[in-house]
């Protein structure tokens, strides 16, 4: 059974970090591009971070770019992403996702694999 487990949410104030950690099992994601989505009350998911499939290449949204990173672990089969300078507005469920292809791409649809979540909220 392929199971994609997220950890590492929880609360923190704004201008806070929290480190993310998506871990794969049942089947070794080392050839498939990763993400994190995320996706707050009331709101559709949103886009936040890609890597290929040897992390040669990252991409952001704009939200998250300069203080997001995205990384990954291929020996260890997991996924990170670190968040600097939170805010308010970061609030969400934060899912990984395992794409059927190699390279980043923003698209759902490209992923075949999901996490079912993990809550970060940050208070002002």
């Known amino acids: 059974q392929v199971q994609l487990i997220e950890s590492g949410g929880g609360l923190v104030q704004a201008g806070g970090s929290l480190r993310l950690s998506c871990a794969a099992s049942g089947r070794t994601f080392s050839s498939n591009a990763m993400a994190w989505f995320r996706q707050a009350p009331g709101k559709a998911q949103e886009f936040v971070a890609a890597?290929?499939?040897?992390?040669?290449?990252?991409y952001y949204s704009n939200s998250a770019k300069g203080r997001f990173t995205i990384s990954r672990d291929n020996p260890k089969n997991t996924v990170y992403l670190q968040m600097n300078n939170l805010k308010p507005e970061d609030t969400a469920v934060y899912s990984c996702?395992?794409?059927?292809?190699?390279?980043?791409?923003?698209?759902?649809?490209?992923?075949?694999?999901w996490g079912p979540g993990t809550q970060v909220t940050v208070s002002s």
């Open positions: 996702a395992a794409s059927a292809g190699t390279g980043t791409t923003t698209r759902v649809a490209r992923y075949d694999y």
């Open positions: 890597i290929s499939w040897n992390g040669g290449s990252t």
